[in-house]
């Protein structure tokens, strides 16, 4: 006979501490033989008290209805929870992280954004605008642009100010909600790299021109390695490699004679940091970095993966075939594994990104710990702006792949005007 005395025990009041608070469920299997399973009164009781179960477990306890006859392959314990003199209070129900509510929609109105530095009668690409930017950028240090940069991509990521409860920015970007915070970091992401060739085509003056050159070239280093905001430094880079800005070989040539150094770090260090960060395989100092290295996991999960579910993939893979996969120039340049290998590694950096969080967060408060935000600065590198100077109302009203592709177009002909003779 087995000893069944523990079934007369009383069980352990609910006091918040359940490192030891469990109850023990007899069950028999079909053989006979005597199971005993474990379960948190914590985890596994229900509203109504009763011991319930979580899918995925081995085994879990019969529900017994009190009106019929008890199974013969379980043996039922008393109802222990009933007690008249001494109530049971009601179990601690775990609170998971609630999706935050203001991500349900975007965190850009460039509708209704005023600054300063933008005059009400502001045209596209206003030239007061642009100018008033260019002097910022030249006339500030790097580190203070960068931490301005920083502050707002912390910002949007929710990283410092998460209400009790939620998910940060880091966290939820990776789930099927952070759809529009996905959709925000593209936009910013996008905006940021034009702003970046914009107001270095802009500029007609070819001396101004280089020292705006030169001041991206040292922001984009102080971001990467003093910073750690690797969102803004892929950003900046994808502005200094785009086309535009390599047409212009006069201000290149002088860049190299009037700042050698700084063309040398661009040539060198920062242009092979920003293609290891595209394959994925960029090293990170954890201790360093603010903000990981999330765009190709944004385009990712974004991306539509139609062409490659629809395929019956027992037929012959030809070159019609691979054209129509999905290609994006962030992350898809290996030929060979038509970038699968790529494609691993940057699903693989989400599950770092989601166990490093809080090292994240940590790493962010520390370089904007004594940061004191100049508001004219700060305007200056906001979304919000870009889209009106970039766009203007009207534009904005288009579809975003389409206004980003016609600004390419735009760029060519502000490249015509710089250097004439390119």
Known sequence: MENLSYLDEKPVRDDGNHSNNKETILLRDKPGNLLYEEFSRNRFLSDNMEPDYVEGDNFAPARVNQTNSVPHDVIQPPD????????????VIVQHPRLPTNQMSSKFHPTEFKCNILPDDHRILDNRVLANVQDMLINNSSLVLGQHILSLDVELLQMLSIP?????????????????????????????????????????????????????????????????????????????????????????????KSYTSSALLHDTKLRSHFKKHQQGRTVLNITQTSIPPIMPVVLLLDMDWTPLTSRDWHQPINKQVTDSLPKDGLWVDCADSFGLEVFIRHLTFVRSIISKTTTYQLNANSKLQDFRPEQD????????????????????????????????QMLNLLVTKAEPSI
């Open 164 to 256: 009790d409860g939620c998910l940060s920015g880091l966290e939820l970007l990776t789930l099927p909600q952070g759809s529009y915070l996905r959709s925000d970091l593209q936009e910013r992401f996008n905006c940021l790299r034009l702003w970046c060739s914009v107001t270095i085509v802009y500029c007609m003056e070819i001396e101004k021109r280089v020292k705006l050159l030169h001041a991206w070239i040292q922001l984009a280093d102080t971001i990467a390695y003093k910073l750690g905001d690797m969102f803004a430094f892929a950003a900046i880079m994808e502005g200094l490699a785009s086309k535009q800005v390599r047409d212009l070989r006069l201000t290149w040539e002088l860049l190299r």
């Open 80 to 91: 222990i929870f009933q007690n008249q003199a001494d109530p049971v209070q009601p179990a």
């Open 377 to 408: 600065i700060l305007d200056s590198f906001r979304t919000e702006l870009h889209m009106v100077v970039l766009w203007g109302q009207k534009g904005l009203q288009s579809n975003g792949q389409e206004r980003f592709m016609k600004y390419e």
